[in-house]
């Protein structure tokens, strides 16, 4: 987690790593409804390294990126019609998913892979469950139905990206001053 006075250095922080979560946008395998993207990997190490507030701050940048229509989202989407169709729940998680995971990561003095690892499964939990409601609310499916689409098919690759993105908050923490 990054530690400064510094609002500058945060703000700074927030805009980069935004940014490298629309880049992860863009890097799509095309499912539907919802595409496998690389964004919860920078969802989770903004969490991280950046701590709850600048965490979550950094994918406010990124969502309101997309609201003024700069084609950040999944698939080279934009707009607010994104935020409030079928995958938009999944960007509100991004920023309530960073939100926990940092706070849960600034609970230990030291984090260690276990607990950095657990800030991240349950801060993916909190991104589903808001991506899954707002699924199952716009397309009109049951919970269940919802899970199914919208959880399922991404346990492998989010599990896979878990374990990336553990390792390179690992280095991250080293090379970002706090």
């Known amino acids: 987690m990054v530690k400064t006075n510094s609002p500058i250095r945060r703000m700074v922080y927030a805009a980069m790593f935004g ?45 309101l990126l997309g609201i ?3 084609p950040v989202f999944a698939g080279g989407k934009a707009g607010l019609g994104t935020l409030l169709g079928p995958s938009g729940g999944y960007l509100i998680g991004f920023i309530v998913g960073a939100f926990i995971i940092g706070k849960l990561v600034e609970f230990k003095k030291e984090p260690g892979i276990a607990w950095t690892g657990f800030s991240l499964v349950v801060g993916n939990l909190v991104i589903y469950a808001f991506g899954v409601t707002q699924l199952a609310l716009v397309a009109h499916l049951s919970i269940a139905k919802a899970l199914m689409v919208g959880v399922v098919p991404f346990i492998i690759g989010d599990l896979l990206k878990l374990i990336a993105t553990v390792l390179i908050a690992s280095k991250l923490r080293k090379v970002i001053k706090r």
């Open 19 to 63: 940014a490298l979560t629309a880049i992860g946008a863009l890097i799509v395998i095309p499912l539907q409804p919802l595409p496998i993207t690389l964004q919860t990997l920078f969802t989770g190490l903004a969490g991280i390294v950046l701590g709850g507030y600048t965490g979550a701050l950094s994918q406010i940048v990124y969502v």
């Open 68 to 70: 003024i229509g700069l």
